[in-house]
């Protein structure tokens, strides 16, 4: 291929961007956050309304965790991962409490894709050390997004993530989540959760439950267009995976931490898994930090007499990083001192109320979500169920952040279904504000049918 000589506004390699886009267009750099507003340079003020990439949990802007990082940083800034700091024991402890886990253990990395793909090799080495030594498929579901690593894209359902990337890694299957949107209409909600149930415990059986490891899940899918799953299902998957000795993987990457107006998503049905990933709201973005939290007994597995499979063999050089896990200490104070889960329901409420002034505009098919991760279908024909192209949405999109709104739609996942916009502000948001996104949105989609 030959070199061309290409003008871009700087070196930066920018994540999911074409970057011809920014040679006529060039980003403004964001210079400042403050609660729920970013600042760029010229001075404007933005609402972000994705809190970040959704992490932003305690708003921005926080002076109490950068002194936090500070004090750790001047008394031990770094050690050896296999060492151990005060700031890493006391989380993983303060993690199980706050789980309701009277035992486990929480191993520690820095990123959601990190904490996923610990838990893939957690998983296939239990199993192998338990003596079921075929089991090693993970299963996982259509739509939902798990991480950029060649396993976690694998695990994720999402199509069009993954081209280019092929082959990607052996091992892995993917069944249909519940969408109660787009659900056969002949089947009531309770049945349509059956009915994702069965596509599990059938894809168990075809493919031999010896081989099977395990079944990932987000508690509601999030990026990939916020689906809530019917409340049967949950309980019908923890008994399939029970059934089968198939470990239960909940990615909690995004509803972790208040997010979904509990602390933990999973508290929405009650229902635990045998394995957590954790990263985002941990720290709410001030420091990279996530966690793979194990219950004890697939820990045990781990502990027994030393042969080459005995201990976890995985290290990364960031893993329970001192300042991160300082910095994740204190923001899980301010979560709990502030009261965040509750005010995301709170919010989920006021929030749901106004879009119901025009739940009846032609291209809103469908509105939903829990706590602050709440999702518009967005659609041309309401019967049909029709989306909206991606340039419309993308159109809609736009206009918000014209309106001082910045909001995303499940971007680059499923042919034909980039249609969901998504909204997942900081906890700390407040009534004006979200008026404030809720006004930027109607005038929006009003524009959108001139
Ligand atoms: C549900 C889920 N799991 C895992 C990840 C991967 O996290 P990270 O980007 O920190 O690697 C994400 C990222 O958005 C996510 O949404």
């Known amino acids: 291929m030959q070199t061309q000589n290409l003008n871009t506004p700087d070196a930066l390699w920018r994540p999911m961007t074409q970057h011809k886009t920014l040679i006529s267009n060039r980003p403004k750099h964001i210079v400042k956050g403050e609660g729920c507003y970013i600042t760029n340079e010229d001075g404007e003020r933005i609402l972000d309304g994705t809190a970040g990439l ?3 949990n ?3 802007g926080r002076k109490e965790l950068a002194e936090e990082a500070k004090k750790q940083m001047e008394n031990l800034a770094y050690v050896n991962p296999t060492m151990t700091s005060d700031p890493a024991v006391e989380l ?16 520690f990395t820095s990123s959601g894709s990190e904490a996923n793909e610990v838990a893939f090799k957690i998983v296939r080495q239990y199993h192998l050390q338990a003596g079921n030594t075929r089991k ?10 798990h991480g950029n690593t060649l396993a976690t894209m694998t695990a994720t359902g999402q199509a069009e993530r993954k081209i280019g990337y092929e082959p990607l890694a052996p091992g892995f299957l993917h069944v249909p989540p519940p969408y109660p949107y787009r659900k056969h209409p002949k089947l009531t909600i309770e049945e349509h959760g059956e009915e994702c149930v069965k596509f599990l415990e059938d894809t168990i059986i ?11 899940m987000e508690p509601m899918i999030s990026g990939g267009g916020v689906l809530i799953p019917p409340d049967n299902y949950i309980k019908g998957v923890r008994e399939v995976c029970d059934k089968y000795n198939v470990l239960l993987i909940m990615d909690e990457v995004v509803s972790g931490f208040g997010r979904t107006g509990k602390m933990f998503g999973h508290e ?3 229902i635990k898994a045998d394995v957590f990933s954790f990263a985002k709201g941990m720290a709410s973005g001030y420091m990279p930090i996530a966690a793979t939290v194990v219950k004890e007994h697939i820990f045990e597995a781990f502990y027994g007499e030393t042969t080459e499979l005995m201990h976890f063999r995985h290290i990364n050089t960031y893993g329970g990083h001192p300042v991160s896990a300082a910095v994740s200490l204190k923001n899980i104070d301010i979560v709990k001192q502030e009261n965040l889960p509750a005010n995301a329901e709170k919010m989920e409420k006021y929030i749901k109320n106004r879009l119901s002034e025009f ?5 809103v098919g469908d509105i939903r979500g829990r706590g602050l991760l709440l999702g518009i279908e967005l659609v041309t024909d309401k019967d049909k169920k029709t989306p909206v192209s991606l340039a419309q949405a993308n159109g809609i999109i736009q206009n918000c952040i014209k309106e001082g709104v910045f909001l995303m739609r499940n971007g680059n996942t499923v042919p034909g279904l980039g249609n969901i916009l998504i909204m997942a502000p900081p906890l700390v948001l407040k009534e004006n504000e979200a008026d404030q996104i809720v006004d930027a949105i109607k005038k929006s989609l009003n524009k959108a049918l001139n």
């Open 54 to 56: 959704w992490c932003v």
């Open 58 to 60: 305690v708003g921005h």
């Open 92 to 107: 993983s402890e303060k993690m199980l409490k706050m789980m309701g886990m009277e035992k486990g253990h929480v191993y």
């Open 136 to 145: 090693h498929k993970i299963i996982s579901r259509h739509r939902a997004y």
């Open 206 to 216: 075809y493919e031999g439950e010896e081989t099977v490891a395990a079944f990932l």
């Open 268 to 270: 929405h049905w009650g």
């Open 359 to 363: 739940a009846d505009h032609p291209l």
